[in-house]
Structures are given as C-alpha cells and as structure tokens.
C-alpha cells in the first residue's frame, strides 16, 4: 500500500466548475500536507501548503486535512482552461532531519472552455 | 531568473553509458534535493544535501548513481551503466531550512535506449 493515495483521473470538467480533488494517507505522523500544480513537462509548483487539519484558503483555492480520516482535498472555484494541469498531493513527517516530501500520484484535470 | 535551473533538459543516451545531471539551486537557500519522477507517477524523493552535505539517500539510489554538491551551491547526479529503467524525469530541488515548502526546477527528461 503506498503511503498517500491519488485518483489519477482525469478528470474534466467545464469552465466555471467547482473542482475537488481527494488524497488520502496511511501514516499518522504526517503533519505537513501540500498541493503542487505540474504543468506538462514542466517540474511542480507550490500551491497550497497547511499543517495539521483545517482549512486554508488562498484566492481560488482552498485545501483542506482532516487528520481524524487521513483525507486530504483540494477545492478549486470558478475553473479556468489555464488551471488544467496535473495536481500532486504530498506530505511531510514534520520537524525530522530530510523534510523529504512524500507524494501522490497526481490527479489530471482538464478544464473544457 | 531565480528559480531552479536544470541543464540539460532532455537527454538521449545509450543503454550502458554514463550520463550527469546539474542542478543549480535558488542561491540563498541552504537545502538542496533530487526527485525521480516516472510517466503518471509523483516524484519519489532520492537524495538530499545540506549545504555540502549529503544527509539521506533512498534506497532507490543504486550503487550506480552518485550525487555531489561541492561548496554547497550546485550539485550533479551521475548516473553510470544506464539501464532502461532508468528513464525518467529527474527533478532537482530547493529550500531554505524550515518547511515552506520546496521549490522544483523543470527537470532533467532522461531517455535510456
């Protein structure tokens, strides 16, 4: 079993939409969670990044993690063509010694105008 | 340009021979990874430095791949005696100490034939 699991979709949707995408953990210890947009042939890129459970929003975007069910969730308003990409959940254990990331298999999403 | 830099950005080689990597990191920050990345996958972490210190490595490098970061500013990945599992997108990526998450470069697309 993989340590964080993805949907890897696709999943499409119209101009406008409200988008949610889903990851879920195995591992308790996990306290630092991430969402990082990759664009085709391009590396990630930060999007959202929360410790512990809650919500936190920056313009369109909204991520949320509750611990209690391991299950985090990325909610994305009012959809753009541009915002079609692959999205990638990932996580941290905390303060230990690597901060290496460890992260899921990436959901695609596409946009339709 | 600020970023991550990673040169070359795609490279063709021959089963068997060696090939090397460069990254070059945002300059002030003292945190410096690589990441295997392969078709419909999430980045799988390799290894990490700290300034010029390599402090983890995965398992998944192989006795094949080698990593340096002299002085602690850019680092190489060596891979030798390619094989064809090796092929892959080969990110690298860095951070300052502290969990704001990483910065990523367009990564290395290597094709091993």
């Known amino acids: 079993q993989k340590e964080v699991e993805q949907d890897p979709g696709p999943l499409s949707v119209p101009e406008g939409a409200i988008v949610s995408l889903n990851c879920t953990y195995s591992n308790s210890a996990f306290q630092y969670f991430m969402w990082y947009r990759q664009y085709s042939r391009k590396g990630p890129e930060l999007l959202m990044y929360?410790?512990?459970?809650g919500n936190k929003e920056d313009g369109r975007f909204t991520a949320q993690v509750d611990k209690s069910s391991k299950y985090i969730s990325l909610f994305i308003r009012d959809s753009q063509p541009s915002d079609s990409a692959t999205y990638l959940c990932a996580t941290q254990r905390g303060m230990d010694s690597s901060y290496k990331l460890i992260f899921g298999s990436g959901t695609r999403l596409l946009v339709r105008p | 340009d600020t970023g991550v830099s990673q040169n070359p950005r795609h490279k063709i080689t021959k089963r068997g021979q060696n090939v090397t990597f460069r990254c070059d990191p945002i300059?002030?920050?003292?945190?410096l990874y690589w990441y295997r990345q392969t078709l419909g996958q999430g980045p799988e972490f390799l290894t990490y430095?700290?300034?010029?210190?390599?402090?983890?490595k995965s398992r998944l490098l192989s006795d094949r791949f080698s990593a340096e970061r002299p002085k602690g500013s850019f680092s190489t990945l060596e891979i030798q005696r390619t094989e064809q599992g090796d092929s892959a997108m080969y990110l690298c990526?860095?951070?300052?100490?502290?969990?704001?998450?990483?910065?990523f470069g367009s990564g290395t697309r290597l094709a091993v034939v």
């Open positions: 990526a860095s951070s300052l100490v502290g969990l704001d998450g990483y910065t």
């Open positions: 300059s002030e920050h003292n945190r």
């Open positions: 430095f700290q300034n010029e210190a390599q402090l983890e």
């Open positions: 929360t410790y512990s459970s």
